[in-house]
């Protein structure tokens, strides 16, 4: 767990920036896929469910004027930059480690 501090700016409005803050990467990855699939909502919201694929993230995340984060490195006792690229590559594997334990859990109720 380190905690993470995750930087948005998704307008070029500077009054658009904000922050925040998690207890660990992994959360705050998660947040950015809430964030969009609350994005998602706003669009159609007249649909019961939604689904999308991780190209439409990463569009998502592209569209922003910068977002960016900082980890906590204890080693160091300070804070490691991150850049979008980082994130989107820290998403694939979130969704790939899911997609992978998912195919575990239903093969294993076979």
Known sequence: ??????????????????YCEYESVKECLESICQIYE???????????????????????????VDISCVVYQ?????????????????IYALFRDTAMNTSHANSKKR
């Open 38 to 64: 609350e994005h998602l909502k706003r669009q159609s919201a007249d649909m019961p469910t939604i689904t999308y694929g991780i190209t439409q993230l990463f569009d998502f995340i592209d569209s922003f």
């Open 1 to 18: 767990m380190s905690h993470t501090i995750l930087f948005l700016h998704p307008k070029p409005c500077p009054a658009s920036r904000t």
């Open 74 to 90: 204890k080693s160091t006792n300070s804070y490691a930059p991150y850049n979008k690229e980082w994130i989107k590559d820290q």
